[in-house]
Antibody, heavy 123, light 108 residues
Framework: EVQLVESGGHLVQPGGSLRLSCAASGFTFSNYAVTWVRQAAGKGLEWVSGISGSGDRTYYVDSLKGRFTVSRDNSKNTLYLQMNSLRAEDTAVYYC????????????????WGKGTTVTVSS | EIVLTQSPGTLSLSPGERPTLSCRASQSVTSNYLAWYQQKPGQAPRLLIYGASSRATGIPDRFSGSGSGTDFTLTISRLEPEDFAVYYCQQYSSSPYTFGRGTKLEIK
């Protein structure tokens, strides 16, 4: 069974840092891009960041560039999101999701999602 | 950045009805790289449609997607009770791979 399990979310003070992890299983992790999506309480989905299967290409929403860094360790089947200089508006559930495939290539739509991990930024 | 505008914001319907949800892009979505997701309260989103019109694995055929360029549509042929949820469109044509703000489908 294809599965993604996020961890690392908790309460952090404004200006603090946090690293989220996403453990993947049930598929060949390095063959797929993976993505972080967040959702503030009662709000819509916000695409945050994506990383290619090999890790050599990364993508971010413009508003988060410079504060968030996505990375992956294919030997550990794990995706990461390093979040620095956190603000109250970063409070959200953070989901990781696996890219879908069309033909022989993966694309940045998401066919499998984790259950999410909650980040709260507050003093 | 491609901005996706979904309409209506909320749709109040009864089981058995046929809703049409709209997603309009601020610029053309290359190769119809558009997906639709369903999200129920307290759950992660679920992929329904990719490539504008291809159903994801396990998705009932009452869900269909159509459109091209800047105008896309999700149609549910006959609403079932479990279909009441929020629906999001997402473009994966160019980074950042943005979502629309969602359409809430509620029971009338």
């Amino acid at each position: 069974e294809v599965q993604l399990v996020e961890s690392g979310g908790h309460l952090v003070q404004p200006g603090g840092s946090l690293r989220l992890s996403c453990a993947a299983s049930g598929f060949t992790f390095s063959n797929y891009a993976v993505t972080w999506v967040r959702q503030a309480a009662g709000k819509g989905l916000e695409w945050v960041s994506g990383i290619s299967g090999s890790g050599d290409r990364t993508y971010y929403v413009d508003s988060l560039k410079g504060r968030f860094t996505v990375s992956r360790d294919n030997s550990k089947n794990t995706l990461y999101l390093q979040m620095n200089s956190l603000r109250a508006e970063d409070t959200a559930v953070y989901y990781c999701a696996k890219s879908g495939v069309m033909g022989s290539y993966y694309y940045y739509y998401m066919d499998v999602w984790g259950k999410g991990t909650t980040v709260t930024v507050s003093s | 950045e491609i901005v996706l505008t979904q309409s209506p914001g909320t749709l109040s319907l009864s089981p058995g009805e046929r809703p049409t949800l709209s997603c309009r892009a601020s610029q053309s979505v290359t190769s119809n790289y558009l997906a639709w997701y369903q999200q129920k309260p307290g759950q992660a989103p679920r992929l329904l449609i990719y490539g504008a019109s291809s159903r994801a694995t396990g998705i009932p055929d009452r869900f269909s997607g159509s459109g091209s360029g800047t105008d896309f549509t999700l149609t549910i042929s006959r609403l079932e009770p479990e279909d009441f949820a929020v629906y999001y469109c997402q473009q994966y044509s160019s980074s950042p791979y943005t979502f629309g703000r969602g359409t809430k489908l509620e029971i009338k």
